[in-house]
Structure formats: C-alpha cells, structure tokens
C-alpha cells in the first residue's frame, strides 16, 4: 500500500503527539523540580561537592549540600527539614522509627580516617593498636612515651604534650574511628565507647567538622587528630601509619582502604559498619545519603530518584579520584531496584 504524503506528516505528528504525553510526567518532574536541599557528613563532602557540581552541568538540577555533620544531617531528616541527609554513622531503627514518612540508606562511597599530626621533625609516625587506643583514651599523654617508641626505632621523639584533637559536633567520622578503637581496647571502649559524639575527658581539643579538625592539627605543636584522608592531604599534614589486625603498619590510601572495605556483606537494608578489617587500613567506613521512601509530590520523588541514580552510576566513577572507595556494582543493582520500587510520591 503506498501512503500519501500528507497521510504519513498526520500519522508522524499524531506520533509524535501520543509520544509526548507520554513523556509529559518525566519532562514535567525534570522542569518542575530544579533545587534539592542536603545536609549532614562532612566525611564524603568532597566527594559530594564534585558530585553535585557535575550533576547540575549534565542535568540543569541545583543540589545544595550543606557539610554540618553527621549528627546534624540525622537531625534535619528526623525533623523533615531537609529533601535528603548524609552520614557515616548509618540510622538506627530507632531513628527511622522516627521519621512517618520512612527511610533507605543508600551508599555512596567508602573511605578512611587518618591520623594526622603536628610533631615537627617525625615525618613517620607509626602507631601501634595500644599506642593509637591509649592516646585517645588518656593513658598515654607524651610523644616520647616507651608504647609509642617500641614501633618507631630511630625516631626522635620530643618529650612533648601530646594533644588530642577530637569533633566538636556529633560527627560520623567521630563514629568510625571510636567504632575500630573500640573493637581493639577494651578499656577504650569502657571509657569512651562508640558514638557520634562520645565523653571523651582527655583534656581535648575541638574542632568542628573535619575542616575545623584538620585546622586545629596543622596550628597545635604535638597535636594530633582524626580526619577524613583528603582532609589531611588538602591540608599537607602527615598522617601516621596505623598497625592492623595483621601487625601491618599500613598508611591510608585508596588500595588500602580497599583492601579494608572488600569482606563487606551488604543487608537487605544496606547498613554494614567496619570494626577491626583483617586486612588494608584498619580505620575505614562507609558514608550514607538518607532518601525518604514518601515525598510530598511525585515529581519530588522523581528528582530524588534521578539524583540517586546518577550517584550510583555516573558519580561512582569519580569516587576512586578522590581516594574514596566505589560501590560494589552487585549493591549498586540492589540499591538501585529498592529505591526505583520504594520511594514514591503520595
């Protein structure tokens, strides 16, 4: 049969009528929704700046991340004030329990906490599982101490005070580092514990965020500090090789904190922590973005997922530039298939 030509422009414009309807709920969730909010760790914030800042260049969409803390970021969802938070400290159920419109964890990255410190002259440190856990516990209060001695044969070490630098707010990275020091010193975990935000009682000093942390190190003559690594390379402060559970003294570095990360079971729920790795660099975690499962409008629900989305796939790939780990591929496809499902609009 041969058509005519005004008979094939009516069937390709009514095509490409039919065609746009059904396009018009995407193009309409693209077009309404061009702002997210976030809040929380500041553990993956210089990941999550290149991420947003490439993610507005490819899609038009704004995402403001505000680098508060951990705490802060569980606060602001529990509260509803934000369209997604951020920690390294993942919920607990009690937390979820506390949010109507529901929870998902989804991974993002993972990552490892170095130990800086200011020890003019000492361009090695090494620090043993009793050296690292007495130090911020209070049992060890000078750098020429004989426990921190034993591992650095040769070294000079000043008869200095030394000065622990810990978060001045409730902080995931915080979390991660009293979670490995507590599964490896009974009386760290006795008189400190695990927490975002724990007493600590050893003549600190405070720092808020890793920014205020890394600060404090870098100005402090015989401090020393947890940060997130690229924290203490951004700011060129040493970083002391921490001794594992294989009586390796392992510097952090991407390989490293791979090698830490690469025994992690996922669950069903996706919150795993990191206590005392086998191998890699002992002080590792993850870091979290916490979607809510009901938004206030379905193309809400939409930019979440498209921003999730695109973390998951296009961001994954410059997590490793960065020194932060990659979501295994496996989880990816299951984080992926539970938010597509679960988050929804009313």
């Known amino acids: 049969m041969i058509l005519s030509t005004r008979a094939v422009r009516r069937a390709v414009t009514a095509t490409a009528i039919a065609t746009a309807f059904a396009l018009a709920p995407v193009l309409s969730a693209i077009a309404q929704v061009e702002e997210l909010n976030g809040a929380g760790a500041t553990f993956p914030a210089p990941l999550y700046q290149r991420y947003f800042s490439e993610y507005r260049n490819e899609t038009g969409v704004t995402v403001n991340y505000q680098s508060v803390g951990s705490g802060a970021g569980i606060r602001q969802v529990i509260a509803g004030t934000v369209d997604f938070g951020a920690s390294d400290a993942a919920m607990t159920d009690a937390q979820i329990a506390e949010v109507d419109r529901g929870v998902i964890l989804v991974p993002t990255a993972g990552g490892a906490v170095a130990v800086a410190y200011n020890l003019p002259g000492i361009d090695n440190l090494q620090l043993s599982r009793e050296a690292l856990a007495g130090i911020f516990s209070g049992q060890i209060t000078r750098w020429n101490d004989d426990r921190i001695a034993a591992a650095n044969p040769g070294s000079s070490l000043p008869d200095l005070p030394i000065r622990p630098v810990v978060r001045a707010d409730g902080s995931g990275t915080t979390f991660i580092f009293t979670n490995h020091l507590s599964a490896i010193d009974p009386y760290f975990r006795g008189r400190v514990g695990v927490g975002t935000a724990p007493n600590w009682s050893i003549n600190e000093i405070r720092g808020r965020g890793n920014p205020g942390v890394a600060s404090q190190v870098t100005?402090?003559?015989?401090?020393?500090?947890?940060?997130?690594?690229?924290?203490?390379?951004?700011?060129?402060?040493?970083?002391?090789?921490?001794?594992?559970?294989?009586?390796?003294?392992?510097?952090?570095?991407?390989?490293?904190?791979?090698?830490?990360?690469?025994?992690?079971?996922?669950?069903?729920?996706?919150?795993v922590f990191v206590d005392d790795p086998a191998d890699g660099y002992p002080i590792a975690g993850l870091t979290w973005i916490m979607v809510y499962r009901q938004y206030e409008t379905a193309e809400m629900a939409e930019a979440v997922k498209q921003m999730v989305r695109w973390v998951l796939t296009d961001g994954q790939e410059l997590n490793n530039s960065l020194d932060y780990t990659r979501i295994p591929e496996p989880v990816v496809q299951r984080v992926l298939a539970t938010v597509d499902s679960e988050v929804t609009g009313p």
């Open 219 to 271: 100005r402090t003559r015989g401090g020393v500090g947890y940060v997130e690594l690229a924290y203490a390379q951004q700011n060129n402060i040493p970083v002391a090789a921490i001794e594992n559970r294989a009586g390796e003294y392992i510097t952090p570095s991407l390989e490293a904190t791979e090698a830490a990360l690469a025994a992690l079971e996922f669950p069903d729920n996706f919150r």
